[in-house]
């Protein structure tokens, strides 16, 4: 303990004056950050993963849209619905997860958050739906 504030008072004193250069800058944030659970899809891609083991396919459109149309075997939660983030935390955070909306935006959005609750991995349809019926 007789030891510790010293080298406390030290290593502040070496480091409070030097602002990191913004090459060791780069290098400690792309060092320090995690690698994303999701990645963007185009709807060939997209295709392939349906069907996988452990693999679950989820649609976050509206009631109104989901109407018109949906990808079969999809479970169906409103990105738009007040207690959407609670049903996304429901999910199995283990399974892998095949997510869409009408062009790719709710979903991506979807796929960061499920990334941030961590979730292993999911995948959002580049174009959405409107991609996938094209």
Known sequence: MKYFLPLLFSALLCTCGRAPSPASSA???TSQETPS???DLSAEEFAEKIGAPNVILLDVRTPSETARGVIDGALEIDYRSPDFA????????T???LVYCASGGR???TCKMM???GFDKA???VGGYSAWVR
């Open 115 to 117: 990334d941030e609750l």
């Open 27 to 29: 290098s400690e944030t």
């Open 123 to 125: 995948y959002n349809l």
């Open 37 to 39: 659970a999701y990645e």
């Open 107 to 109: 979903s991506g959005k």
């Open 95 to 97: 399974k892998t997860y």
């Open 86 to 93: 609670t049903q996304l935390q429901e999910l199995d955070p």
